[in-house]
């Protein structure tokens, strides 16, 4: 594959990070990438656009919001790409984060098969007999999932 220019078409943008460009498009719009325009007005990203998108993706491969995203991508220099330095400290800023949200990905694995105390009752064998939807009182929805409250519920 021939070396990148400094600005990348959305055409090149699309096939080296392999994301369609409507979804690059989409990615503008909502602020988490930018273009240049050229004097045709066409679309130019710097390259450095490449390791934006790349977390994009990963980070709503893990279930994180656009608008979490957009909030992370936010605290990163505009006036030049980000360097090791600013990827590290967004790293760093989202460690918490990432850790709570693995600790609730095994907590739905460990208890998808069982009662997460919805109160549905509709399984015929449930591992909590919750008689009467008393789980209801500490709240609305899986109570044993998350005893604590729900999460905010995440935008896409």
Request: charged share 25%.
């Amino acid at each position: 594959m021939p070396a990148l220019p400094k600005r990348l078409t959305i055409g090149q943008l699309s096939a080296r990070s392999g994301v369609a460009p409507s979804a690059l498009r989409f990615y503008e719009d909502r602020g988490l990438i930018r273009a240049e325009r050229s004097d045709g007005h066409q679309r130019r990203y710097a390259r450095s656009t490449l390791r934006t998108v790349a977390f994009i993706r990963a980070a709503q491969r893990v279930g994180v919001s656009l608008d979490e995203i957009a909030a992370a991508l936010s605290t990163l220099p505009t006036e030049h790409p980000p360097t090791l330095e600013d990827w590290a400290r967004l790293s760093t800023s989202w460690r918490g984060r990432l850790n709570e949200r693995i600790a609730e990905l095994e907590a739905l694995r460990d208890k998808l098969t069982s009662c997460i105390g919805c109160g549905c009752l509709s399984l015929r064998k449930c591992g909590l007999f919750n008689r009467g939807d008393q789980i209801a009182d500490r709240g609305a929805g899986p109570r044993l999932l998350y005893p604590r409250g729900l999460p905010p519920a995440r935008g896409r």
